[in-house]
C-alpha cells in the first residue's frame, strides 16, 4: 500500500531568527522541496513616505537613516541629491569628497554584515560574522568621531554634510585604511575557499541575466547574474566621476556569485576611500542653505545612488510648501525580493534561508 | 582536498588564542565616547536662551514643550522671554541632534552620557528644574567653537556658559548673537558689544587663531 502524502505549508517567520527582520515566508513544500513560496511582508511599516510629507526637507533626513538601518550613510546621499536637484544646487567640492569617502566606508559595513550573515545562514557559527562585526565595529567609531552617532547617523544635510571632519578623524581613518586588508583577509582565507562553502552555494539558485533585468533587480545581485550596471558608474553624482574603481561581475548568479560580488566590492571601496583620502582638499562643506527652505511649486527630481543592496531613489515633488508635497522611496531590498519565487522553487529548505541570506535584504528598507 | 577548511579553521582558533579579545566588558569597562557623541541628557544654557523655540520648531518629532511668557527681567531688549516649562520627552528622542542645530544663541547642547535609563516613561521627561541643575558636559556636536578649543566633555569638568558660545569665533562677530548676554545676566555693565570683545581675548582658549579655520558653514 503506498504512502499517502500532500504537501505541507509552513510559515517562516515573521519572528525567525534566519529570516533578517519581521518577515514572513509562507513556503508549500514537497517532503524538503520547495513548491510555492509567497513573501509576506509589511510588518515593519512605519509610513515613511507619508511621515516624509509632513516634515520639513531637513527632518526627512532622519527618516531615511531608519530605511536600510545598517547603511544610513547612504540613504542620506541619496535623499540629499534628490533634494538637491529639486533645488537645482550643487554641494561644494569637499562635500561632495566627504560624501563619497563616507558613503563608501558604510557600504564596506553593510557588506560585512551581508556576508556575515549569509555565512551564518550556512552553519558558519558565527566566525565570519564576528569579524564582520570586527570590522564595522571600527567604521562606527570612525562615524561617531565624525557625526555623533554610530547608526542613525543624520550626517549628510541637502547641501552638503552639517561639519568637516574633526582633526583627529584623519589619523583614525589613515589607521583603519591600514587595518582594513588584513582583517578582510582573514574572512577571505577562512571561507572563500572552504569547501563546504563552495559546495553549499555553488550553482545553489541561480539568476539568469534575462529574469534579473525582468524583475529589475540591481545592486550585486544583478552584477552576480553577469551585468555590469552601477550606477556610481552609469550616472555618477557626487565625486564617483573622479575617482577610479572597478565594477566586479559575476558569471552564474548563483549564491556563491552573490557573496562573492559583495566581498569583491569591499575592495573596491576601499580603493575609492584611498582616492578619496589623497583627493580631498580644504574648503566649505556645506551651503548656506537655510533649515527650513521652499522649492519651486511643481518642481520635482529624482536622485539616485547605488546603495549596497542596490538602486535607491528617491522622487520628491515639490507644491512650494515646507515639505514635499510626495516623496516616493524606491528601496532595493523590495524588488529585490521580487525574485524570491523565482529562485526558491525546485530547491530544498536548507538552500532557501542561504538564498534569502545572499540576497541581502533589509526589512527597514522593504517595509518603509 | 577535503579537510583543508578544516585545518585553516582551527588555525585561525589557535592564532586568536594568544591574542587580546576586541570585546570590552561593559559595566566594568568603559569604551570612551568621542566629543561629538550625541547623548543625553541634553545641556541647556538658561542664561542662554531667550525662549525662542527654534529648538521645538525643529524637532522632527515634536517632544520639545516650551512654555513662556514676557519676561520682567530684560524687557528693553524685548528678546528675552520668561521660561515657565522646558520639557524634554527623552524617551522618544532620536537624539538627531536638529535641535541643536537650529538653536541659534548656543543655549542648548547635545549631552555626553548615554545611562539615564528610567523605570516610567513619565520619569524620562527631562523638565525645566532638571536642565538647571544638571551638570554641564555639553557635547561638541554642532560646536565648531568647542571642538576648535580642544573641550571633551568626558575629561570631566564642566562648561560656563560664557565659555560656550560661538561669539568668540572671529567670523560670528558681526552677529548679534551672544551681544545681549552681559544684559540678561543682570550684570548690566556697560556696552555689550564691549563684552564680546572680552570673549574674543586671545586667553579664552586660545581659540583667536583656530577660530578663522574653514569649519562649519560659512
Not at chain 1, 563546504?196 to 552584477?223: D, F, H, Q, Y
Not at chain 2, 570585546?23 to 544654557?45: A, D, I, N, S
Request: hydrophobic fraction near 35%; include cysteine.
Amino acid at each position: 500500500m503506498p504512502i499517502h502524502t500532500e504537501p505541507m505549508t509552513i510559515n517562516v517567520g515573521p519572528q525567525h531568527p534566519s529570516t533578517h527582520g519581521v518577515f514572513r515566508l509562507r513556503v508549500t513544500f514537497d517532503g524538503e522541496e520547495i513548491l510555492e513560496v509567497e513573501p509576506v511582508f509589511g510588518y515593519l511599516h512605519r509610513g515613511t513616505e507619508k511621515l516624509a510629507e509632513e516634515r520639513t526637507y531637513v527632518q526627512i533626513v532622519t527618516l531615511t537613516d531608519r530605511l536600510d538601518y545598517v547603511s544610513s550613510m547612504i540613504n542620506n546621499q541619496g535623499y540629499c541629491l534628490a533634494v538637491e536637484k529639486l533645488l537645482g544646487v550643487e554641494p561644494p567640492l569637499r562635500a561632495k569628497w566627504l560624501r563619497t569617502m563616507v558613503a563608501e566606508l558604510q557600504r564596506i559595513a553593510s557588506h560585512l554584515m551581508g556576508i556575515g550573515f549569509f555565512l551564518q545562514d550556512l552553519g558558519t557559527l558565527g566566525t565570519p560574522l564576528m569579524y564582520g562585526f570586527r570590522t564595522r565595529e571600527k567604521i562606527l567609531d570612525l562615524f561617531e568621531m565624525l557625526c555623533g552617532a554610530r547608526i542613525t547617523l543624520t550626517y549628510m544635510r541637502p547641501g552638503g554634510v552639517f561639519s568637516d571632519t574633526p582633526p583627529d578623524f584623519w589619523p583614525a581613518l589613515e589607521n583603519f585604511m591600514q587595518e582594513l586588508p588584513t582583517e578582510i583577509g582573514e574572512i577571505e582565507q577562512l571561507v572563500m575557499e572552504n569547501e563546504i562553502v563552495l559546495v553549499r552555494t555553488k550553482g545553489v539558485s541561480p539568476l539568469s541575466p534575462e529574469m534579473a533585468i525582468n524583475c529589475s533587480v540591481s545592486g550585486p545581485v544583478l552584477r552576480a547574474s553577469g551585468i555590469a550596471w552601477d550606477w556610481r558608474k552609469m550616472e555618477p553624482y557626487d565625486a564617483y566621476e573622479w575617482v577610479d574603481f572597478d565594477v566586479p561581475v559575476g558569471a552564474n548568479g548563483d549564491n556563491y556569485d552573490r557573496f562573492w560580488v559583495r566581498m569583491q566590492e569591499i575592495h573596491q571601496s576601499a580603493r575609492i576611500i584611498h582616492q578619496c583620502m589623497e583627493h580631498i582638499e580644504p574648503g566649505p562643506v556645506r551651503l548656506d542653505l537655510p533649515l527650513v527652505f521652499r522649492p519651486e511649486p511643481g518642481a520635482e527630481a529624482y536622485g539616485r545612488v547605488e546603495a549596497s543592496k542596490g538602486e535607491l531613489a528617491f522622487y520628491m515633488l515639490s507644491d512650494g510648501g515646507v515639505s514635499p508635497y510626495r516623496c516616493k522611496i524606491r528601496s532595493p531590498s523590495l524588488i529585490n525580493l521580487t525574485v524570491t519565487e523565482h529562485l526558491l522553487v525546485g530547491w530544498k529548505l536548507a538552500d532557501m534561508i542561504v538564498t534569502l541570506g545572499s540576497l541581502d535584504i533589509n526589512m527597514g528598507e522593504v517595509d518603509r | 582536498m577535503y579537510g583543508m577548511g578544516m585545518v585553516k579553521g582551527l588555525l585561525v582558533t589557535l592564532k586568536n588564542l594568544t591574542k587580546r579579545p576586541f570585546t570590552v566588558q561593559y559595566p566594568e569597562e568603559r569604551l570612551k565616547q568621542h566629543p561629538r557623541f550625541r547623548g543625553e541628557e541634553f545641556v541647556w544654557y538658561e542664561e542662554r536662551c531667550t525662549g525662542c523655540a527654534s529648538c521645538a520648531k525643529f524637532c522632527p518629532l515634536g517632544i520639545i514643550k516650551i512654555v513662556t511668557s514676557p519676561s520682567e527681567t530684560a524687557p528693553a531688549q524685548g528678546d528675552k522671554y520668561l521660561l515657565e516649562v522646558f520639557d524634554i520627552d527623552i524617551a522618544r528622542c532620536m537624539f538627531c541632534g536638529l535641535c541643536v542645530e537650529a538653536c541659534p544663541y548656543d543655549a542648548l547642547f547635545m549631552g555626553s552620557g548615554f545611562e539615564q535609563s528610567q523605570y516610567s516613561r513619565k520619569e524620562m521627561v527631562i523638565g525645566i528644574d532638571q536642565l538647571r541643575q544638571a551638570d554641564k558636559h555639553p557635547s561638541t556636536f554642532f560646536r565648531p567653537q568647542l571642538e576648535s578649543a580642544g573641550y571633551d566633555p568626558h575629561q570631566g569638568q564642566p562648561l560656563h556658559w560664557k565659555d560656550v558660545g560661538r561669539e568668540s569665533w572671529r567670523w560670528h562677530q558681526h552677529e548679534k548673537a551672544g551681544m545681549r548676554l552681559e544684559s540678561a545676566a543682570g550684570s548690566g555693565n556697560g556696552d555689550p558689544i564691549e563684552a564680546v570683545d572680552d570673549l574674543n581675548s586671545p586667553d579664552l582658549g586660545g581659540t583667536a587663531e583656530d577660530a578663522g579655520a574653514p569649519e562649519q558653514t560659512q
